[in-house]
């Protein structure tokens, strides 16, 4: 609808500065024209919006130009991206500000995108705890938090696998996966992931910190979780599969799942794949749950492994 399509030029002209009609009309698979057409649109309805030719050109709102779209207050814009996920945002002491955000943001939409809205809300339901697992909200998540908001310093009582020690950091971002939180933070120079259940103790030290230019959280985690990943294949086994084992074949992790997915199956419909493991120690563990639906071909170590836990069960129900 061209009124949305209004209302996407007007806001992404006021988050993003100037912006060429050619990438305007990419974003919202119109022509240029078109673009242009609802530019005059904007314009001869009171948006002063300023059209500039060249290389540098593009379109852009007169200098000191903004909407107010919501009337958001401080708190209830911090809260704007909770406003989907009511136990992230009630962990975080923001439940009532999420709230009163997505009320505000649904009361400045037309009557037709208030129901479209309204219809999404009783289609789509958020819940990010993994199966078999209770949320559960970490002892100094809001001390953490309140840091991270206020760029301020913190030190921690963190327990890492090695040891459990104080550090001063500099809290960078929170992220929330899989129901676990986790703070992304700064200790010189050197950016870390820390898991806030480690947390022991936090202490706001009440000194501001420069945060950096370049840091963006979303990119930096996905580039430590490929790291993560990545320094979990250690080693590799070939395993033969059974057609009763592939409903159940994700535990073994997405790389597996996705490489046994992708075998030819024999006459039995059984499928063989090489697939990357941990450890030896690691990998017997989940693959003694698949029972005889899986066989180990190789490495022989973890053959042996299996039929030493597979004896030491048997033993323990004779």
């Not at 971002?173 to 129901?179: P, R, Y």
Request: hydrophobic residues 45%.
């Amino acid at each position: 609808m061209r009124a949305d399509r209004l209302l996407s030029i007007l806001m992404t002209l006021q988050l993003r500065g100037r912006v060429t009609a050619d990438v305007l009309a990419a974003q919202l698979e119109v022509s240029p024209r078109t673009i242009y057409r609802d530019v005059e649109a904007l314009s001869q309805s009171g948006v002063p919006i300023v059209t500039e030719r060249g290389r540098s050109g593009g379109l852009a709102l007169m200098d000191g130009y903004r909407t107010e779209l919501t009337g958001l207050s401080g708190t209830e814009a911090e809260a704007l991206p909770f406003a989907g996920l009511g136990d992230a945002a009630a962990a975080l002491g923001l439940a009532a500000s999420a709230e009163a955000a997505r009320l505000k943001v649904f009361a400045a939409l037309p009557r037709s995108g208030r129901e479209r809205a309204h219809r999404a809300s009783e289609c789509f339901y958020l819940d990010p705890v993994d199966w078999y697992r209770h949320a559960t909200t970490p002892q100094h998540l809001k001390v953490v938090a309140a840091a991270a908001w206020a760029s301020q310093s913190i030190e921690i009582d963190y327990e890492s696998w090695r040891a459990r020690k104080k550090r001063i950091v500099d809290p960078l971002g929170l992220v929330l996966k899989a129901g676990r939180w986790y703070l992304v933070a700064r200790s010189k120079q050197n950016t870390s992931v820390f898991r806030l259940e480690n947390i022991h103790g936090a202490r706001n030290l009440l000194k501001n910190f420069v945060r950096p230019r370049s840091f963006n959280l979303a990119d930096l985690w996905r580039e430590e979780v490929s790291r993560f990943e990545a320094s979990l294949r250690r080693a590799k086994a070939t395993i033969r599969v059974s057609p009763n084992a592939l409903s159940r074949i994700d535990r073994l992790g997405a790389d597996a799942a996705e490489r046994i997915q992708a075998a030819e199956s024999d006459a039995r419909g059984w499928r063989e794949a090489s697939i990357w493991i941990e450890s030896i120690n690691h990998a017997a563990g989940l693959l003694l749950a698949f029972s005889d639906d899986i066989e180990v071909i190789a490495p022989q170590e973890l053959r042996v492994e299996l039929a030493q836990r597979a004896a030491r069960v048997c033993a323990l129900y004779k």
